[in-house]
C-alpha cells in the first residue's frame, strides 16, 4: 500500500470538488480501492501504486480542463472518467473560445471578431485601450478576461473602477452613504460579475476585496499588483485622472481601459483624456489598442441602427461645421 498527496494547482477547490463535493464522490466511485481524504488544496490517497498513478493520472486532466474552461460539467466529468480522451472531451465542449462559465452553465465567450481581437491583445499586453460605441461588448469582455484570469489564478485580485461623473446631480445630494452614492456608477461592473460568477462565491469575493470596486478618485496614492485592473467609462476621465491611473500599475498587473468617445460626460471646462492617452501610448511595446463599431453591437437589433443614426448625425455635424469655416476664410 502506498500513500500519496495530490496538491489541487492552479484552480479552485470548490471547481473540482464540485457542490457538497458531488464530483469528487463521483470521482471516487471510480476508484473503490484507494481510500481518498480530502482538504483545502490537498487530496490524500492511500491505495496500491498502479490505482494511485491512474487516479492522479485523472486529477491531472480534470484540473487542465478546468484551468482552460473554468469548469468541468458532471456529464464532462462522466466521459473523461469512461475513458474519452481529454482533447476529444474539449472538442466536446464546444466551448474552445469560451471565456468564462457562468452560473448554471452559462457560457460567456467572446461574439465578434473584434471582441476576440481583445482577447488576443490582452495575452499579448498588459495594457489594453478597448474603444467603441454602445453595445459592443467592452466592459463585459474586460471583465470575463479578468475574471478568467483570477479563476486560474493568474492573478490575486480583480480591481474595477469608473469616473463616478455627475449627471446633473451631486454625489452629495444623492441618498445613503458613500457605498449607496457611487453604486449607481458601478451598476454595469456588478451586472457583468452576476452573470459570470455564483452569488455566494461573488459575495465571498467582494467581502474579502478579491474584488474590489471604487471610483477612479480612490486609486490615487496606490500600487496594484497581482491585479487584473480595468478602467470602464475611460471617456469620462480627464488627462491627469488617465495618467494618475495608469501609474498605479504593479510589476504583474494587467489592465484593460475601456472608453467611447462619443458619449463624453464630462463638465464643458474639462476635456476627455483618453484619445490624447491613446495618442502618446500606442506605439508603446506592451500596450495594445483595440477599436470596436457598430457591427460588434450585440445588445437589441436596434441598438445597431441606433449607433448609426448618431454616427451620421455626427458626420453631418462636422461637414457643416468645415463647409462653414471654408466660407469664412
Known amino acids: 500500500m502506498s500513500e500519496v498527496t495530490i496538491h489541487l494547482n492552479g484552480i479552485e477547490p470548490v471547481d ?17 480501492r484507494i481510500k481518498v481524504v480530502s482538504r483545502g488544496d ?14 492522479t493520472k485523472t486529477v491531472t486532466q480534470i484540473q487542465q480542463f478546468i484551468q482552460r474552461y473554468g469548469e468541468i460539467t458532471g456529464d464532462q466529468l462522466t466521459d473523461l472518467l469512461d475513458g474519452i480522451d481529454v482533447e476529444q472531451l474539449k472538442g466536446n465542449n464546444q466551448s474552445q473560445d469560451v471565456l ?5 452553465g452559462k457560457l460567456i465567450r467572446a461574439k465578434t471578431a473584434n471582441q476576440k481581437r ?11 485601450f478597448t474603444v467603441g460605441p454602445a453595445g459592443t461588448g467592452k466592459t463585459y469582455t474586460a471583465v470575463a478576461l479578468a475574471v478568467r484570469a483570477l479563476k486560474s489564478k493568474s492573478v490575486r485580485k480583480i480591481v474595477l473602477t469608473r469616473p463616478a461623473v455627475e449627471a446633473g446631480e451631486s454625489l452629495g445630494y444623492l441618498p445613503g452613504d458613500l457605498k449607496d452614492k457611487i453604486d449607481p456608477y458601478l451598476r454595469p461592473l456588478y451586472d457583468a460579475l452576476d452573470d459570470m460568477i455564483p452569488i455566494d462565491k461573488l459575495n465571498y469575493y467582494m467581502t474579502n476585496r478579491v474584488i474590489e470596486i471604487a471610483p477612479l478618485a480612490f486609486m490615487r496614492g496606490r500600487t496594484l499588483d497581482n491585479s487584473f485592473i480595468i478602467l470602464d467609462e475611460a471617456q469620462n476621465a480627464t488627462g491627469p485622472q488617465l495618467k494618475m491611473f495608469l501609474t498605479r500599475l504593479g ?6 481601459i475601456t472608453g467611447d468617445l462619443t458619449q463624453i460626460d464630462l463638465p464643458r471646462h474639462q476635456r476627455s483624456g483618453l484619445a490624447k492617452a491613446i495618442g502618446l ?7 495594445g489598442v483595440v477599436q470596436l463599431n457598430k457591427g460588434d453591437v450585440i445588445r437589441h437589433r436596434l441598438v445597431k441602427h441606433i449607433v448609426e443614426a448618431y454616427e451620421d448625425d455626427h458626420e453631418r455635424q462636422l461637414q457643416q461645421e468645415a463647409e462653414k469655416q471654408n466660407k469664412q476664410t
Request: hydrophobic share 40%.
Open 16 to 32: 473540482f470538488y464540485g457542490i457538497n463535493n458531488g464530483k469528487l464522490k463521483k470521482l471516487q466511485k471510480s476508484f473503490p
Open 42 to 55: 490537498r487530496i490524500k490517497l492511500n491505495g496500491n501504486e498502479a490505482d494511485i498513478a491512474r487516479f
Open 100 to 104: 468564462v462559465f457562468g452560473p448554471h
Open 118 to 128: 481583445m482577447v488576443e491583445l490582452n495575452e499579448d499586453n498588459d495594457v489594453l
Open 251 to 256: 510589476p504583474s498587473a494587467k489592465c484593460i
Open 281 to 287: 501610448l500606442k506605439n508603446i511595446k506592451g500596450i
